[in-house]
């Protein structure tokens, strides 16, 4: 044990890491107690607590830095990426990564650059979704009945336009009040602006026709709330028609581009909103003197026209008189003309009757010419017949001749050529077509009429000459006539009560 080396001693305090970190802690809270810093924001995240962590950035180094829950809403602006803001706030260690960082509790932009180019990046986005687009403005009623004001009660600002619009023309005015800067006076402005928008129509409040949005002159960290998206997109989605009047005329911020109208002061404004009732009443005036000399040239022109007109008309009384007389001149020829017209029609049909056939004699007539050619008929039938069986006769002798003639010189070829045969085939052939030629004839004369008349029948023809086949074609009273064999007779058919559809003569 003696031979062991002594331990060094030192006196060198010795701390665990928990005591180390502490002191880092209590020292940088000591010595940095509350500070502001200069940077550009960047990796900014929100978490779901509520807490807000960043890092802020020069050209020289970054610092982390967080923003607790219970800070935010006093924090003064909306943090954004690559936003140059001044953070207000105290340096702490966070002992359980050894690393330190900037607790803020207020931010504001780091000059008018900063915000200049915040606002500018704003529009540039807004713009590209079309909120700022012409064809979303409307136009603003001639002469509303309700004023909204969007605005802090208290300044010269309302009490401008007050006495503007009661100057103009007496309106009525909705104050919604606001705070027009400082922390939460954008939702303000943007509440102010949707709840005009809702109100009902025909509600307990009055709905506005027109709404102001106003603010007095300031810097531009002053005017700042009429820059925030909230108020923009409130503006652009209002459906009532909305004049911005925000500051002075140099003055301009995003709402101006998302409002329907722009006004370079409050008093425009009002201007704006509300007529001028001597105004309106001179124009009535005026445009009333107007119409009445328009009326006047117009009645003026009218009369001349009728004047000329009225030159160029004949004598009214006048083409009555030679009307009327004329009118009773044709009354009375017409009345003349009327019976002299039937006379002469009435001559007229006596003297075509008197030309007319009676029908009595046209009958006999027409009646005597069928029978004669009927009779005529019956005359030239049989000799018809008899011309027909004559020619068929001289037709047979002549086929019977060439009958002759070709058997004969058969015959005489079948002599020379087979001299053992005999002619009785050949004349068995003669008599066979001899017999065929008179059953033809027979056949010929049993089809004539005139050999069924001559079997006892008689033909029934009408007066007309056409034959009658059946009784049903027979009407009582009928002309009839009656060719037998020997001759032809004429008959008046009679019906048969007895026997329907026989007749009587």
């Keep these: 044990m003696d031979d062991l080396p002594a331990t060094p001693v030192s006196n060198i305090p010795e701390y665990s890491v928990s005591e180390i970190s502490g002191a880092v802690k209590r020292t940088l809270e000591g010595a940095f107690g509350r500070v502001r810093v200069r940077g550009e924001i960047t990796e900014l995240k929100r978490y779901p607590s509520g807490h807000i962590y960043f890092s802020l950035k020069d050209e020289g180094g970054k610092i982390a830095g967080v923003v607790w829950k219970f800070s935010v809403p006093r924090l003064g602006l909306e943090p954004e990426n690559g936003v140059e803001v001044i953070a207000t706030g105290k340096v702490s260690a966070y002992g359980d990564r050894s690393t330190y960082q900037l607790i803020v509790d207020r931010m504001e932009y780091a000059g008018a650059g900063a915000l200049l180019a915040r606002i500018e990046m704003l529009r540039a986005r807004l713009a590209a979704e079309g909120l700022f687009d012409g064809e979303r403005k409307r136009a603003l009623p001639l002469l509303p009945m309700v004023v909204g004001v969007v605005t802090s009660p208290q300044g010269a600002v309302i009490q401008d336009i007050k006495t503007t619009i009661l100057r103009r023309f007496p309106r009525h005015i909705l104050l919604w009040p606001v705070p027009v800067q400082g922390e939460g006076a954008a939702a303000k402005i943007a509440e102010a602006i949707n709840g005009f928008s809702a109100l009902p129509v025909g509600g307990k409040i009055p709905r506005p026709d027109v709404v102001i949005v106003a603010r007095g002159g300031g810097s531009l960290e002053d005017l700042m709330a009429f820059n925030e998206e909230i108020v923009v997109r409130a503006a652009a989605a209002s459906t009532i028609p909305l004049i911005s009047a925000v500051g002075h005329e140099t003055d301009t911020t995003l709402i101006d581009f998302a409002s329907d109208r722009r006004a370079p002061t409050p008093t425009a404004a009002a201007e704006m909103a509300v007529p001028s009732r001597a105004e309106l009443a001179a124009g009535l005036q005026q445009q009333g003197a107007r119409l009445s000399g328009a009326l ?84 030239a039938l049989p000799l ?122």
Excluded: C, M, W
Aim: proline share 4%; aromatic share 2%.
């Design 296 to 379: 006047n040239r117009i009645a003026q022109e009218a009369r001349l026209r009728l004047q000329r007109a009225e030159r160029g008309l004949p004598d009214l009384p006048t083409l009555l008189g030679t009307a009327r007389q004329r009118l009773d001149d044709r009354g009375q020829r017409f009345a003349l003309a009327l019976p002299n017209l039937l006379a002469a029609r009435r001559a007229a049909v006596e003297r075509a009757g008197a030309r007319l056939p009676h029908p009595a004699q046209a009958v006999a007539a027409t009646r005597n010419v069928l029978a004669d050619r009927g009779h005529r008929l019956s005359l």
């Design 384 to 505: 018809l017949v008899a011309a027909r069986r004559s020619g068929l006769a001289l037709q047979s002798e002549k086929l019977t001749g060439a009958l002759r003639h070709a058997v004969t010189s058969r015959a005489a070829l079948a002599a020379r050529v087979l001299p053992r045969l005999t002619a009785a085939p050949v004349e068995a052939r003669l008599r066979e077509a001899r017999a065929r030629l008179e059953g033809f004839a027979a056949r010929l004369e049993s089809v004539s009429h005139k050999a069924v008349l001559a079997r006892g029948y008689a033909a029934v023809f009408a007066a007309d000459g056409h034959p009658l086949t059946t009784a049903a074609a027979v009407k009582p009273g009928a002309t009839l006539r009656i060719d037998f064999a020997d001759g032809s007779v004429r008959a008046t058919a009679a019906r048969d009560d007895q026997r329907q559809g026989a007749l009587a003569l």
